[in-house]
Nanobody, 124 residues
Framework: QVQLVESGGGLVQAGGSLRLSCAASGRTFSSYAMGWFRQAPGKEREFVAAISWSRGNTYYADSVKGRFTISRDNAKNTVYLQMNSLKPEDTAVYYC?????????????????WGQGTQVTVSS
C-alpha cells in the first residue's frame, strides 16, 4: 500500500524559506510522477509543482515559478519542495501526491495517492 508522509511545514516570515519533504513507501516509484498541491483556507486545492521520478523533468504553477524547486532523492524515496522568497499568499496546507503514470500533469484528479498534508504559514 502506498504511503506518503509530508514533513517540514511551519511558520516563517515573508521572504523566508522552508523545505518540505514527502517520504514515499509501498511501491517502486520509478514509474511514478509526484506532485505537490496546496489548499488555502476557503479555497480549492491547487497545483504547485510536479516531477517525473524516472526522468526528473519538472513543471510548476506560474505563481511559484522561480521561487519553488521540486526535486527527488531516489535512494531515499523522498520528494522535496524547496520554497524560497515565501509570501503570505503561500500560506496553505501542502499535500504530496503520487500518480501511477510517469507523466507530469497538473490536474489533481490524475493523482492516485495523497499524503495527509503539512501546514505552511507565512507571516507578513
Amino acid at each position: 500500500q502506498v504511503q506518503l508522509v509530508e514533513s517540514g511545514g511551519g511558520l516563517v516570515q515573508a521572504g523566508g524559506s522552508l523545505r518540505l519533504s514527502c517520504a514515499a513507501s509501498g511501491r517502486t516509484f520509478s514509474s511514478y510522477a509526484m506532485g505537490w498541491f496546496r489548499q488555502a483556507p476557503g479555497k480549492e486545492r491547487e497545483f504547485v509543482a510536479a516531477i517525473s521520478w524516472s526522468r526528473g523533468n519538472t513543471y510548476y504553477a506560474d505563481s511559484v515559478k522561480g521561487r519553488f524547486t521540486i526535486s527527488r532523492d531516489n535512494a531515499k524515496n523522498t520528494v522535496y519542495l524547496q520554497m524560497n522568497s515565501l509570501k503570505p499568499e503561500d500560506t496553505a496546507v501542502y499535500y504530496c501526491a503520487a500518480r501511477s503514470r510517469d507523466v507530469i500533469v497538473a490536474g489533481e484528479l490524475e493523482y492516485d495517492y495523497w499524503g495527509q498534508g503539512t501546514q505552511v504559514t507565512v507571516s507578513s
